[in-house]
């Protein structure tokens, strides 16, 4: 399985920005998708998920600002961050959880740089 991450760039305070992540690489079944971010220095946390049933889990720190939505025909997973604040500087990655064989696997991105200036 292959994520491909783009939309990441240079913001300011109170900006927007919209992160794609598109799924590709065989025949799998995609439980949930989702985003995480690390800051330098800070272990990667949770931003957001969605499972296949449509349902969504937020971060605290981002309820209210950022929405997670997925396209199953595109196997593509958005995510749209509004009111963008500085400590939402990080790089961003998106997270595939996949069923294989009647195992979960966590698959990655490479990972895109979201930076917003004060």
């Known amino acids: 399985v292959q994520l491909v991450e783009s939309g990441g760039g240079l913001v300011q305070t109170g900006g927007s920005l919209r992160l794609s992540c598109a799924a590709s690489?065989?025949?799998?079944?995609?439980?949930?998708l989702g985003w995480y971010r690390q800051a330098p220095g800070k272990q990667r946390e949770l931003v957001a998920t969605t499972t296949k049933d449509g349902s969504t889990n937020y971060a605290d720190s981002v309820k209210g600002r950022f929405t997670i939505s997925r396209d199953n025909a595109k196997i593509t997973v958005y995510l749209q961050m509004n009111s963008l604040k500085p400590e939402d500087t990080a790089v961003y990655y998106c997270?595939?959880?996949?069923?294989?064989?009647?195992?979960?696997?966590?698959?990655w991105g490479q990972g895109t740089q979201v930076t917003v200036s004060s």
């Open positions: 690489g065989g025949s799998f079944s995609i439980n949930a």
């Open positions: 997270n595939a959880l996949v069923l294989r064989g009647g195992y979960l696997y966590h698959y």
